[in-house]
């Protein structure tokens, strides 16, 4: 499947009219239990507000907003709410659609759940220490995987490599 630049910025568009509609989900915190937890009032304490729309509300940032996206250096993307390692940039690539994208993860570090938000099904991606919603995996990224993991930078981290 072909992404260009209009389809991507129509496609975030389209997310950001149905999140301001109400079609977002309750918190992911309200759906599962996590090793790390907090109360809404402590997210919302600890986080930025754009950031905590995105990890504890499933929101999506505007595609090519975050710095991440350029990030090239070697070392680790981190969960934004917990810390915890959720990918290596050696697995990082540029997927065109305008949010940090890799092909595969820290094992044991994401966790899934079904999504049929907005009028369509996909998988969305959480951290698995504390529930914040991620992003989405799709099936067109590069091999091995030929998975593509399309992260908010928001809900990321960078650690540069010591």
Not at 119 to 138: I, L, T
Request: glycine residues 10%; proline residues 6%; hydrophobic residues 35%.
């Amino acid at each position: 499947m072909s992404l260009s630049r209009r389809k991507v910025l129509i496609s975030g568009s389209l997310l950001s009219l149905g999140a301001a509609l109400g079609f977002g989900r309750a918190p992911v915190a309200a759906e599962g239990n996590f090793p790390f937890t907090l109360t809404d009032e402590e997210w919302q304490a600890k986080l930025e507000p754009a950031a905590y729309r995105v990890l504890r509300h499933e929101d999506t940032e505007r595609p090519y907003t975050s710095p991440l996206n350029d990030e090239k250096r070697a070392g680790t993307f981190h969960c934004a709410g917990c810390d915890q390692a959720l990918f290596e940039a050696a697995k990082k690539y540029d997927s065109g659609t305008g949010w940090p994208s890799f092909w595969d993860f820290i094992p044991g570090a994401i966790g899934t759940a079904e999504d049929n938000s907005l009028f369509m099904k996909r998988v969305e991606v959480h951290c698995s220490n504390c529930g914040g919603h991620q992003g989405h995996v799709f099936e067109d990224g590069p091999q091995p995987t030929g998975l593509r993991y399309c992260i908010n930078g928001l809900s990321l981290r960078f650690e540069p490599a010591a």
